[in-house]
């Protein structure tokens, strides 16, 4: 029989790898539009929506011995805007729970502002009255828990919690690194009743006389604060 050319046979053995790649990926049957693996997009917010992140079995691990387990739940109540989560939110022991206690009142805050009538004021209440407990109780966390505080009362859009807010600002026992957590706060809840309390502020602020470079810095910070909170005029 007759050979085919020289040429030919090396020609085939010498063809790319790729283009054998090529051929099998054509070869290979192609999945039809149903089939086609979903973006990481639409796998992630899936995976937001699955049973076991579900609502319900969030606020079941509320409930759990494992603070890690219950700062995870708290967290994504506040993600999913689940604002029927205030109720067993706003009856969460933070006193008991030093871990998890910062993710519970973010998240308290945060539904808050998300929240309507009953709801909000149900969750702006209880952030103050933690404010007040966490004061009192003077635990080693408590300084952390108060800052936490300052900064979800700030989220809350609750006219009450800028009256609390501006109180801690005029309390000359509260540090000015607080004081910036404050007015930073009080900037969001965008309460126009709050302008007087901010003008003595910086008032204050600016008058201190200050030897120490570190804390003439932070009182820098809070004025800047303070001017971004009145803005322009």
């Keep these: 029989p007759a050979r085919a050319p020289s040429g030919a046979s090396e ?34 917010a899936e995976a937001a929506t699955a049973p076991e992140r579900s609502v319900d079995v969030l606020l079941a691990r509320l409930g759990s ?73 003077g635990a080693p966390e408590s300084v952390g828990n108060v800052l936490t505080i300052y900064e979800a009362l700030g989220h809350t859009g609750d006219a009450a919690s800028a009256r609390a807010l501006e109180a801690e600002l005029r309390d000359p026992d509260v540090s000015r690194a607080a004081k910036t957590v404050i007015v930073a706060s009080l900037a969001k809840l965008r309460d126009p009743a709050s302008r007087p309390v901010l003008e003595q502020a910086k008032h204050e602020a ?28």
């Design 11 to 44: 020609a085939r053995t010498e063809a790319p790898a790729a283009n054998a790649t090529t051929r099998i990926a054509h070869a290979a049957p192609q999945p039809s539009s149903d089939e086609v693996p979903a973006a990481p997009e639409t796998n992630r």
């Design 65 to 137: 011995e494992d603070p890690f387990e219950v700062l995870d739940a708290a967290d994504g109540l506040a993600a999913r805007r689940a604002t029927s989560a205030i109720p067993a939110l706003a009856a969460f022991p933070i006193a008991r729970s030093p871990e998890a206690a910062p993710s519970v009142i973010d998240a308290l805050g945060r539904l808050a502002g998300v929240a309507q009538g009953a709801e909000r004021s149900q969750a702006a209440s209880k952030l103050r009255g933690w404010l007040a407990e966490e004061k009192r109780r």
């Design 206 to 233: 600016a008058g201190a006389v200050i030897d120490d470079a570190f804390e003439d810095e932070v009182r820098r910070d809070l004025l800047a604060e303070i001017d971004r909170a009145l803005g322009p005029g």
